[in-house]
């Protein structure tokens, strides 16, 4: 037997070859296909966040408009928004200001929304505080 008759044929050897670069190629290219799924599945998340985030506000600004408008009786109530499990609070204070003269400032309140909800299991609170306006009923 010679030497060369157990030596491969070159084109057996450029077959393997081939067939190693090809199973490296798509190793390589699943790699990357993977990172990106995992990159746009955090994107998903941060944009639901945001969303939630922004449905929140919304509500608070909404819910701060409706108390606002209603005597100050009624102003301190709580609401649940059953769409997004949301529930906004609201709460006044008398306030007491004092003008650059020294005279004090009367029915001012300060009015308190607390908007708590859970997300993953994980609670979560938003508040807004803003001063109003009141006049004594007379």
């Given amino acids: 037997m010679s030497i060369y008759a157990l030596r491969p044929k070159p084109y057996a050897a450029r077959r393997a070859y081939i067939l190693f670069e090809l199973v490296l190629a798509l190793g390589i290219f699943a790699i990357a296909v993977l990172g990106l799924a995992k990159s746009l599945n955090q994107a998903l998340e941060t944009a639901n966040l945001l969303k939630r985030d922004q449905i929140i506000r919304i509500g608070m600004r909404n819910f701060l408009e409706e108390i606002r408008r209603k005597p100050l009786t009624d102003m ?5 928004d059953t769409t997004y499990g949301v529930t906004y609070t609201s709460v006044t204070e008398p ?3 004092r003008t650059t003269s020294g005279t004090n400032l009367t029915d001012i309140y300060n009015l308190t929304i ?3 909800s859970s997300f993953n299991e994980v609670p979560e609170e938003a508040t807004l505080s803003v001063y109003v306006y009141k006049p004594a009923q007379r």
């Fill in 95 to 97: 306030v007491t200001l």
């Fill in 114 to 116: 607390k908007a708590t």
């Fill in 76 to 80: 301190s109530t709580s609401m649940m």
